[in-house]
């Protein structure tokens, strides 16, 4: 099936290429994990295939918890590709400044709740940031789960949140206390408060191992 062919390129990254194309008639996106010449061929296949694998497995599950992301249609290990729904809407990153608060407080809420679902289910993303959110008619469906693992260890679970929390600073730092506190509230709707709290500490103490190490480059 030669898909990657008939499609448009819309994006290229260090690890794919994203294309859309069509396939039975629907819209669908292509990523294609590209090979890397610097490996050993079998190798590099071996790792660019196990990622397209693990990414379609957790695509799969987080649509099972009933979580906004792209359905997966078609899956091509031999080419590392895997073709899904193409999702029409606003990237979260440059639709947060024209939201109101109400909106913004419910896109958050969601989120967090979206998170505290996939870390109960020992799903990690990987790469949580409103970059990775899509606003589709106003509902945040996440995208990107090409660093996805499967883990319930807090750590990977706070680096999640963490990538929010430095996301929203770099971006919409006058935005960033509402849009975490709402977060964490929907985290703990699905997680539970205990363990929302605990991911919160370890979200913490991530930050103070990230100034202490900041502040021993300065010094160096």
Request: aromatic share 8%; with cysteine.
């Amino acid at each position: 099936m030669e898909i990657i062919d008939k499609g448009t390129v819309i994006k290229k990254g260090a690890e794919a290429v994203l294309y859309k194309s069509s396939l039975w008639g629907l819209p669908v996106l292509v990523k294609y994990r590209r090979p890397k010449p610097y490996r050993n061929p079998q190798l590099d296949h071996h790792l660019r295939s196990t990622r397209t694998l693990m990414e379609a497995k957790i695509l799969s599950e987080v649509k099972k918890l009933g979580i906004p992301a792209p359905a997966v249609y078609w899956v091509d290990l031999e080419q590392c590709l895997i073709a899904m729904s193409f999702l029409e809407g606003i990237v979260l990153k440059e639709a947060l400044p024209r939201l109101s608060e109400e909106e913004i407080k419910d896109v958050f809420f969601k989120l967090g709740e979206y998170a505290g679902a996939m870390h109960a289910r020992g799903i990690v993303h990987g790469d949580l940031t409103t970059s990775n959110v899509i606003l589709c008619s106003g509902v945040p469906c996440l995208l990107d789960f090409g660093l996805s693992d499967f883990s319930k260890d807090l750590e990977h679970h706070a680096v999640d949140m963490h990538l929010m929390v430095r996301a929203l600073e770099s971006t919409h730092y006058s935005l960033k206390d509402l849009c975490f506190s709402r977060f964490m509230e929907g985290y703990a709707s699905a997680a539970g408060e205990h363990y929302a709290q605990l991911v919160k500490e370890r979200v913490n103490e991530i930050r103070r191992r990230g100034r202490y190490i900041e502040e021993r480059r300065t010094r160096d």
